[in-house]
């Protein structure tokens, strides 16, 4: 169960999670 939930929004959640955590580094630097 949990692995099938995995496969299926693991793409897109990772995607968004690497953006915000891009995200965060970017601001931490400019600070």
Same mark, same amino acid.
């Not at 496969?7 to 915000?20: F, M, V």
């Given at each position: =169960?949990?692995? !099938? %939930? !995995?496969?299926?929004? %693991?793409?897109?959640?990772?995607?968004?999670? *690497?953006?915000? /955590? /891009?995200? =965060?580094? !970017?601001? !931490? *630097?400019?600070?």
């Amino acid at each position: =169960m949990a692995a !099938k %939930g !995995k496969s299926r929004k %693991g793409i897109r959640h990772r995607k968004k999670r *690497i953006l915000t /955590k /891009k995200r =965060m580094y !970017k601001a !931490k *630097i400019r600070k």
